[in-house]
């Protein structure tokens, strides 16, 4: 291995991570998504031990610029992105290099909520708790000001169960977050290094996802003892319902990818498909459960097989 080489390159990395992580306060979206791309480039190029190097290198300099509050996101960007850059380095499909990025940063994130309460003495789920009721608070005041007493006991009591879920799929959210993060992390990557390297990476068509059959297996076993316990607050509770959540999510791209196979076998426009999904974020409560359905008949009886075949 070229070490000058390397070491020019690591330099040219931290640089950038510098700058991403000083433009973070401005504008935190968007960095949040650009601040794992230096890990992954130098990762890829030069695997996980040059990136857990790169790794401490970031923390020591994040510590001088923004004191040891900057650690947790350092190292929860850090993490996500080696993870990506490794998996690229060994070559492995892109949705496997997706579940390890995602590996990375819920690791990463679990971290982070383990270092604000142990060193910062911040709850951050009980911040979230405190935010979300102080905001149904305001509501009802501004709703009772208006003469709709009745109503604001009404919303409050539904606001109330509303935020009761919001803590038990906690979990599941952490993972849907850590899902979307690793997701834009790979597709940029993949722009940058496509244009650098003139390499041609990207993820295969949406239609080509298929999730194995024991999918169906764990959700129904995960309903048939939710039958059986319905105590809400236990750890059996929030498990299973954390179970249910995930599992639909994965069910519902099952379902996705086969509209998407569908609109592709038969020649259809590929704005069909696209609006259905458009539709189904604008009304998950009514048309994501069937797409769940569809999702549920298409990896049970093995759908998309029977369509090739006719």
């Given amino acids: 291995m070229n070490q000058p080489k390397q070491i020019k390159d ?9 700058i991403i992580l000083a433009s973070f306060l ?23 031990k040059s990136g857990f190097v790169m790794l401490a290198l970031a923390l020591l300099i994040s510590l001088l610029i923004m004191t040891i509050i900057a650690i947790p996101l350092v190292l929860m960007m850090g993490l996500g ?19 390890r990025g995602i590996f990375g940063f819920i690791i990463g994130i679990l971290f982070t909520f383990g270092f604000t309460q142990l060193f910062l003495d911040v709850n951050l789920v009980n ?6 009721e ?9 709703i009772e000001e208006m003469g709709l007493a009745e109503q604001s006991e009404q919303i409050q009591e539904v606001a109330e169960t509303q935020i009761q879920m919001m803590k038990e799929l906690l979990p599941s959210f952490l993972v849907a977050a850590a899902a979307i993060l690793a997701l834009v992390v790979q597709w940029i990557s993949y722009k940058i290094i496509n244009r650098k390297d003139k390499q041609k990476l990207r993820f295969p068509p949406i239609r080509d996802i298929r999730f194995p059959s024991s999918i169906i297996w764990v959700y129904f076993l995960a309903f048939v003892v939710s039958l059986f316990n319905q105590d809400p607050g236990t750890t059996l509770y929030v498990g299973l319902q954390n179970l249910f959540f995930i599992v639909g999510m994965l069910l519902a791209i099952q379902g996705i990818s086969f509209i998407f196979f569908y609109a592709h076998a038969k020649k259809m426009s590929k704005a069909i498909p696209v609006l259905i999904v458009i539709f189904t974020f604008i009304f998950p409560q009514f048309l994501l459960y069937f797409i769940r359905i569809l999702g549920i008949i298409d990896v049970g009886f093995n759908l998309r097989d029977r369509l090739q075949k006719k």
Avoid: R, W
């Avoid at 992105?81 to 579940?99: E, F, H, Q, R, S």
């Avoid at 911040?127 to 979300?132: D, G, H, L, M, N």
């Fill in 10 to 18: 690591g330099a040219l990395m931290l640089f950038i991570f510098t």
């Fill in 26 to 48: 401005f504008l935190p979206i968007i960095s949040i998504f650009l601040l794992p791309i230096p890990f992954v480039l130098f990762t890829k190029k030069y695997g996980l």
């Fill in 81 to 99: 992105g080696i993870m990506i850059g490794n998996a690229m380095y060994k070559g492995v499909t892109p949705y496997d290099t997706l579940a």
């Fill in 127 to 132: 911040q979230f708790e405190t935010v979300v």
């Fill in 134 to 142: 102080d905001s149904v608070e305001t509501s009802t005041a501004f």
